[in-house]
């Protein structure tokens, strides 16, 4: 699996160097975590941070009875910007001497035929690779290594992230900087931005 951040990069954030308290298992889980959170986000993928390369995907869908076909997900989610595609079949026969055209909006076009529509479903299985990018950008590259080491810090702490502790003459008062709405994906507004510039296409 692709990733946009490295152990090492995450060694060498403020906090993460102690292999003890977070060991390259924890590291490991929180690059995973940190790809899957951008890449739900943006509806789209952005290579490889080692390697360039585009993510591969494989899709089983309905035939649609037309010359295309849209690629999505077993969760729904577009498979936006396909790149190649290097295997597909309709009702279990390979193509053969087919070509496609590949649209940044998910779609498979056909240059003969039609994807056959069955009304038992599922019987298009397309196989390729595809991604906004080859390698992620120096913004999403500093986006994941944001989420990654939020949430490995968040596994050391007592105090809930989010908490902010406010004291005065009048008593204490908890407030709560919060997650989730809509535009915020994450905790951290500094990310969420990035990630929104970033957005091509929702689930």
């Known amino acids: 699996m692709s990733a ?20 390259d298992a924890d590291l490991d889980v929180s690059i995973v975590f940190a790809k899957e959170t951008v890449d739900g986000y943006c509806g789209t993928s952005f290579g490889d941070v080692a390697s360039a390369a585009y993510d591969s995907f494989a899709v089983t869908v309905d035939g649609s009875g037309r010359d295309d076909v849209r690629l999505r997900g077993e969760s729904g989610e577009m498979v936006m910007y396909p790149r190649s595609i290097s295997a597909a079949s309709v009702d279990g026969v390979a193509d053969s001497g087919i070509t496609y055209t590949l649209r940044p909006t998910a779609l498979v076009v056909r240059s003969s035929g039609t994807w056959t529509f069955d009304h038992a479903g599922r019987n298009v299985i397309i196989e390729g690779t595809a991604g906004f990018s080859s390698s992620p950008s120096q913004s999403i590259r500093w986006a994941a290594r944001s989420i990654a080491r939020f ?28 997650a989730g709405g809509a535009g915020r994906p994450t905790a951290m507004p500094d990310v969420n931005a990035i990630l929104n510039r970033n957005r091509h296409g929702a689930i």
């Open 151 to 178: 949430w490995l810090l968040s596994l050391q702490s007592r105090v809930p992230e989010r908490a902010l502790q406010l004291s005065n003459s009048d008593g204490s008062f908890e407030l709560r900087a919060q």
């Open 4 to 23: 946009y951040c490295t152990r090492a990069e995450l060694r060498a954030l403020d906090g993460l160097g102690d292999s003890t308290v977070f060991p």
